[in-house]
């Protein structure tokens, strides 16, 4: 089969998800994929990221740190929970958000470093619904299905990944029963790089791990009966799957490395096409460890993100291509190719065409 240059295939599938960025009428294969960054005004690591729309947008990261911005990123809000100087330090690695108004974030750590908190009004004011009272337990990622159902997951306590619920917008939340999960390795984690070491599409639950050589993926079809596979990624300490992502009941991708190791370039991506049952490691890799990825939901393209740059793949996984080097940690696409991404020094951007 003829195949067509990259730079040729990546211009036709940006032009035909860009809208008014673009004329779905004419291709042109100069057009190229950067990121535009934005003035936060902050110097803290976002890893928590929950973009809504082209407009709005959620950051989370160090120091407590929460900001917001309903103008595209042109300007940000802090607008975080109020915390004693005791709880100054938390990090909220992970966010989602629904709209302007409705957020849920979760910090993490050891024992009760651990929590949940939700806004119902842009963040002027917040609640704290869950604090974990396990000294084993350490929270690193959060989903949701939908505005009302959600998940957080923790490292294993008592051998197995801890699981919690809510089925009210985050406002109470319970653990989930561990009889049906999968028992975890010895040495085995999860991590809080990005946010999507927990995902959720079509109704199925995904979780992803490391600390194991080669790092694995848990699925579910309910939330509560899980098996788990290789995922053809290598792993070990500080290393593994970090990012898992779905775009239907069947494609999967899957990025990782290690994050000691952040130019490595080999075992750090794959693919699956069986909802999860069985991964494939990727023909061409990232260039490097990435921490987060993101469905275009555009054909099959998507997006990984790490500190040594990011890259795209226009075949579901199989080959990925580096488009700019600068650092983030996560990556997060709404409506096509309206992309987010955020990391150290208070970096957030904006995917743009030129």
Not at 49 to 78: F, H, M, Q, Y
Request: include cysteine; charge should be negative.
């Amino acid at each position: 089969m003829t195949r067509l240059p990259w730079t040729l295939l990546l211009g036709a599938i940006t032009l035909a998800g860009l809208g008014a960025e673009a004329s779905t009428d004419t291709w042109n294969p100069r057009l190229k994929l950067a990121w535009k960054l934005l003035p936060t005004g902050s110097d803290a690591r976002f890893r928590g990221l929950a973009p809504v729309s082209d407009k709005i947008a959620w950051v989370s990261g160090t120091s407590g740190t929460v900001l917001r911005s309903i103008d595209g990123g042109g300007t940000w809000e802090s607008v975080g929970p109020k915390l004693s100087e005791q709880d100054a330090t938390l990090e909220f690695r992970d966010i989602e958000a629904w709209s302007a108004e409705k957020a849920v974030i979760l910090s993490i750590g050891e024992g009760n470093s651990s929590r949940v908190y939700v806004t119902s009004d842009g963040g002027t004011t917040w609640t704290q619904s869950f604090t974990n009272q396990e000294p084993t337990a350490f929270y690193d990622c959060i989903a949701f299905e939908n505005p009302e159902h959600g998940m957080a997951m923790s490292d294993p306590v008592d051998g197995k990944i801890r699981l919690i619920e809510t089925r009210d917008g985050g406002a109470s939340w319970d653990i989930v029963d561990s009889a049906g999960m999968a028992p975890a390795l010895d040495g085995e984690s999860g991590f809080a790089a990005s946010g999507t070491c927990l995902a959720t599409t079509a109704g199925r639950w995904y979780v992803a791990s490391g600390g194991v050589n080669p790092g694995r993926i848990f699925r579910s079809r309910d939330g509560c009966h899980w098996d788990v596979s290789n995922a053809s990624i290598a792993g070990g300490e500080g290393s593994g799957v970090f990012s898992v992502q779905f775009r239907d009941a069947k494609n999967g991708i899957a990025v990782g490395g290690n994050y000691s190791a952040p130019t490595g370039a080999i075992n750090n991506a794959a693919w699956s096409r069986d909802g999860g049952v069985t991964w494939t490691p990727s023909t061409s890799f990232p260039g490097g460890y990435r921490s987060g990825s993101s469905w275009m939901t555009l054909y099959s393209a998507a997006l990984a993100v790490g500190p040594t740059g990011s890259d795209i793949t226009l075949d579901g996984g199989r080959n990925w291509k580096l488009f700019d080097n600068g650092s983030f940690d996560s990556v997060e696409c709404v409506k096509g190719p309206v992309c987010w991404a955020s990391g150290e020094n208070g970096r957030v951007a904006r995917l743009v065409v030129t």
